[in-house]
């Protein structure tokens, strides 16, 4: 079975400079999707970046960017120019391609603060 | 496009009570997944439907179950509700075609359990 490990339960970062999110993951599939969702207060998940296993370059969306490590598992978020508005948990997901229809699993989660 | 909608927002039942559930996803999306999120476990699958048919499940009892209709509305149900499913029940929904799409997720029911 797969598992998503995120270590960081808080992360505290000043508007404008850049916070890193950590998710590792475990698998013995060989290709898969990993996600970024972002779950402000009002609960509503809203999806962040995605990134295919089969592509070696590393997903950006604007002012977000994520360092996709295969080998390693490693599945990092980075929130470049932090704003108010970034303030969230972030729940790193992976999804494979065996008994996969419509699932999602999800990492526990960081809780990023902003500070003006 | 209006996004995923659920209802109700918010419910208060006792235990050993039975609770509906509704998703009503995307226009045109067909496939809906139910995921349970409480503070102990996370955000856990429930199930999944597409085209009026279960196509996954999660490792859930039975009092837990759903169905779809032709319209791809979803409704979930809990028999003989328990304290611990006390939770934020969260829909999303999809085309189905799997792989890399996209799941939009509706904003949930917060569902108490006295």
């Known amino acids: 079975a797969q598992t998503v490990t995120q270590s960081q339960p808080e992360m505290s970062v000043q508007e404008a400079e850049t916070v890193t999110l950590s998710c590792t993951y475990d698998?013995?599939?060989?290709?898969?999707?990993l996600f970024w969702y972002k779950q402000p207060p009002s609960r509503q998940m809203i999806l962040v970046i995605r990134?295919?296993?089969?592509?070696?370059q590393n997903a950006t969306e604007n002012r977000f960017s994520v360092n996709f490590q295969k080998a390693a598992k490693s599945f990092s978020l980075k929130i470049s120019d932090s704003q108010l508005g970034d303030a969230a948990m972030y729940f790193c997901?992976?999804?494979?391609?065996?008994?996969?229809?419509?699932?999602?699993?999800f990492g526990a989660g960081t809780q990023v603060v902003v500070t003006p | 496009k209006a996004g995923v909608t659920q209802t109700p927002r918010y419910l208060i039942k006792t235990r050993g009570q039975q609770v509906t559930l509704s998703c009503s996803p995307i226009?045109?999306?067909?496939?809906v997944s139910w995921y349970q999120q409480t503070p102990g476990q996370g955000l856990q699958f429930l199930f999944e439907?597409?085209?009026?048919?279960?196509?996954n499940k999660g490792n859930f009892p039975g009092r837990f179950s759903g169905r779809q209709f032709s319209n791809s509305r979803s409704e979930m149900n809990v028999s003989t509700l328990e304290l611990g499913d006390s939770a934020l029940y969260l829909c999303?929904?999809?085309?189905?075609?799997?792989?890399?799409?996209?799941?939009?997720f509706g904003p949930g029911t917060r569902l108490l359990v006295l």
């Open positions: 999303a929904s999809s085309q189905g075609q799997g792989g890399q799409e996209t799941q939009y």
């Open positions: 698998t013995s599939e060989s290709d898969y999707y």
């Open positions: 990134q295919e296993a089969y592509k070696q």
């Open positions: 997901a992976y999804r494979g391609l065996t008994d996969s229809w419509g699932k999602l699993q």
């Open positions: 226009s045109g999306h067909r496939s």
């Open positions: 439907y597409f085209s009026e048919t279960q196509r």
